[in-house]
T-cell receptor, first 112, second 114 residues
Framework: AQSVTQLGSHVSVSEGALVLLRCNYSSSVPPYLFWYVQYPNQGLQLLLKYTTGATLVKGINGFEAEFKKSETSFHLTKPSAHMSDAAEYFCAVSAVGNQFYFGTGTSLTVIP | DTGVSQDPRHKITKRGQNVTFRCDPISEHNRLYWYRQTLGQGPEFLTYFQNEAQLEKSRLLSDRFSAERPKGSFSTLEIQRTEQGDSAMYLC????????????FGPGTRLTVL
């Protein structure tokens, strides 16, 4: 079975500061891991994904995440927050199958 | 725009009424997924189709819910005898069979049951 835990339902950072959103997963098989962003009243947009290969994954809008098997983590980072980054972020896990299991989300606020 | 589209974007209905939502996937995508997202939660898987075949259903999909994809293109999700607990955002996503882990989401249909 797969599951995801996102630590911190709300995160606030100052504009220009480091963004760190935490995600820990549970999976009985090698996982595929994803980060999605959701703006108000919109669907989900894929930021980045890890399937196999390099454990440091770069995505859109300057975001990146590192798959750490020993820590069962897939934390999302961005060196410098921008006002446009304010949104809801979801971590998701999938096995070699079709179901995605999403975390409960982290709301990011960027303070000017 | 060649993304996933959903109609309507918003639906308000009274308890006990039936509602139907439509999803049009990206044209070359043969897999289509439905998710439900309640306030403060992440999306929860409901069901998915490969072409016209419904291959998997979540236990969340009660008898009042039915989904179809008759021609392997657009899909409909119908909820009969709506309840207040059905109020949620219903999201549709699509992918190709070979790249099923790249799911592209539509904007969702927000259902409010009064």
């Amino acid at each position: 079975a797969q599951s995801v835990t996102q630590l911190g339902s709300h995160v606030s950072v100052s504009e220009g500061a480091l963004v760190l959103l935490r995600c820990n997963y549970s999976s009985s098989v090698p996982p595929y891991l994803f980060w999605y962003v959701q703006y108000p009243n919109q669907g989900l947009q894929l930021l980045l994904k890890y399937t196999t290969g390099a454990t440091l994954v770069k995505g859109i809008n300057g975001f990146e995440a590192e798959f750490k098997k020993s820590e069962t983590s897939f934390h999302l980072t961005k060196p410098s927050a921008h006002m446009s980054d304010a949104a809801e972020y979801f971590c998701a896990v999938s096995a070699v199958g079709n179901q995605f299991y999403f975390g409960t989300g982290t709301s990011l606020t960027v303070i000017p | 725009d060649t993304g996933v589209s959903q109609d309507p974007r918003h639906k308000i209905t009274k308890r006990g009424q039936n509602v139907t939502f439509r999803c049009d996937p990206i044209s070359e995508h043969n897999r289509l997924y439905w998710y439900r997202q309640t306030l403060g939660q992440g999306p929860e898987f409901l069901t998915y189709f490969q072409n016209e075949a419904q291959l998997e259903k979540s236990r969340l999909l009660s008898d009042r819910f039915s989904a179809e994809r008759p021609k392997g293109s657009f899909s409909t999700l119908e909820i009969q005898r709506t309840e207040q607990g059905d109020s949620a955002m219903y999201l549709c996503a699509s992918s190709t069979r070979d790249r099923y882990n790249e799911q592209f989401f539509g904007p969702g249909t927000r259902l409010t049951v009064l």
